[in-house]
């Protein structure tokens, strides 16, 4: 007669299995990735990205469809980020400039995630210091919680804290890739091999 923690045991095993699954499918681009790195095995289109309207770093009005045709890399930050935001643009315009003339076909945006600090203004300043194809994108508080929420992407300002460094305002630190239609391909921590973001996009270049 088996014992009853063998009869449960192959349950626990199941529940933890499933377990692990629903917090895969949680992340961005979970139903995609199941199983494999970088789309390795397919189960579903991840629903990250969409459309938006923001405030470029010229003080004009933009929209998803002004992107239409160009590969993006989209990172979410802030200016007075200290370490994060800039190890993520450097890794931007590194994966860009291997590509040599076809990373002309490549936009790299910096979405903020401090609109009441971050102006067109010194979003411009800013991003002279990364690359000449960085757009530093803003809005309004509830314009940039729409497309944070449309990339999956947590923002959560330390009550009190004033000014916002890398200490205390959390984001999500992914890079994002998506191709020339605006489509979800694949995202990246923040820290990845340039080489390696190169490659997932002359991928797309093909």
Known sequence: MARPGARLAPVAALGLL???VVALSMLPGGPVRLGGRHGEVAVGEAR??????????TGSRVTDADFRGRILLVFFGFSRSRDVTPAALQVMAA?????GAEGD?????LVTVDPEHDTPERLAAFRRSFHPRLVGLTGSAAEIRAIAKAYHVH?????????PDDATLEHT??????DQTGRYVDHFPHVSPAREIAAAIGRLLR
């Open 18 to 20: 499933l377990g692990v």
């Open 48 to 57: 990250v990205g969409g459309p938006f309207e923001l405030v470029d770093h």
């Open 95 to 99: 994966a860009t400039e291997m590509l």
């Open 105 to 109: 076909r490549v936009a790299l945006l």
């Open 155 to 163: 923002i959560r300002r330390e009550a009190g804290a004033a000014p």
């Open 173 to 178: 630190t992914l890079v994002y890739l998506m």
